[in-house]
Nanobody, 120 residues
Framework: QVQLVESGGGLVQPGGSLRLSCAAS????????MGWYRQAPGKQRELVAR???????VYADSVKGRFTISRDNAKNTVYLQMNSLKPEDTAVYYC??????????????WGQGTQVTVSS
């Protein structure tokens, strides 16, 4: 069974920073694209950033220059460094990993979500 465990959310003042982590564990054959999405109250879930196994990262326009996504393949972990946070960044953040479990077909897996609140 595959699990994604997120950590790093919390309350931060505008202009502050947070670092989110998401670790995949279980019987995994391969990891492909890893990414972060967010969902604010009353809004649809939206892509924040994604990083493929090889190739260029993708960022939402609203976070370019402030957020950085990275991954550690040895640890099956994806990170999201969030700087210069704004109140409009407040949302539940979800990691998403496209992977292939051992002995099974591949698919998209989601973390449980972590709350990020930017407020003074």
């Amino acid at each position: 069974q595959v699990q994604l465990v997120e950590s790093g959310g919390g309350l931060v003042q505008p202009g502050g920073s947070l670092r989110l982590s998401c670790a995949a564990s279980g019987r995994i054959s391969s990891l492909n694209t890893m990414g972060w999405y967010r969902q604010a109250p009353g809004k649809q879930r939206e892509l924040v950033a994604r990083i493929p196994l090889g190739g260029s990262t993708v960022y939402a326009d609203s976070v370019k220059g402030r957020f950085t996504i990275s991954r550690d393949n040895a640890k099956n972990t994806v990170y999201l460094q969030m700087n210069s946070l704004k109140p409009e960044d407040t949302a539940v953040y979800y990691c998403n990993v496209r992977l292939v479990p051992l002995g099974n077909v591949g698919g998209d897996y989601w973390g449980q979500g972590t709350q990020v609140t930017v407020s003074s």
